[in-house]
């Protein structure tokens, strides 16, 4: 009984200091440095109360083992009281972490995540082949997305402006759902799962330039809430 009055209250402890440390450098409060007058930010706070709300409930529905039961309860209630916020900072970690060092760019916007991979480390020159060498960083991103369930991915492909416009429409397209394709192959969700062909018509640099070609030249797989998830606890 001891014990597991120790792993319930270590579990809460855990959970609530989770919330206060997960804050993202993208969130809105830390870009404006503001607290509430408790000096706890509401993902913080919310993450807190679902924390022990979640390890109360794990330790009644685990009755064999109730510091098991905490456990899992207060991770699963912190990220549910600290609304969806929370959840994409934990996914954005997760992403950093793994796509450090592969060339893959992350970003984060609000509730919004976006990964940008460039076209010289996916593909060939005019093809839409996965090259060898990325299939390690999408199987992490494929695990990463089974894992984080609860937003749509969105993969839209981009060319820079040379070559006819429909070609490059159509490679754009190919090299979105070749991605796509190579997820749905390592288990994600097809629910989840739309893909998009941009050509050039959306330039993230100068095509007058060989490194601003190369910039366009890219995939970008966009991470979004899914309909009906808890959103804007992040902000104060």
Known sequence: MKLSSRLILSAVAIAMLSGCASQSPYDQSAQTGQTESTGMNKTA??????????????????????????????????????????????????????????????????????????????????????????????????????????????????TDNVGGYQYNMGLSQRRAQSVANYLLSQGVNPSRVTTRGAGPDQPIASNSSDAGRQQNRRVEINLRPLPGAQTGTTQQ
Do not use: W
């Open 45 to 158: 706070k919310y993450g807190g109360l679902g924390a022990l709300a979640g390890a109360a409930a794990g330790a009644l529905i685990n009755h064999d083992n109730r510091g098991k039961g905490a456990l899992i309860g207060a991770a699963v209630g912190g990220a549910a009281g600290a609304g969806y916020g929370y959840y994409a900072n934990k996914q954005e970690e997760q992403l950093r972490q793994q796509m450090q060092g592969t060339g893959v760019e992350v970003q984060r916007q609000g509730d919004d995540i976006k990964l940008i991979m460039p076209g010289n480390i996916t593909f060939a020159t005019a093809s839409a082949d996965i090259s060898s060498d990325f299939y390690s960083p999408l199987n992490n991103l494929a695990n990463s997305f089974k894992q984080f369930d609860q937003n749509s991915i969105e993969i839209v492909g981009h």
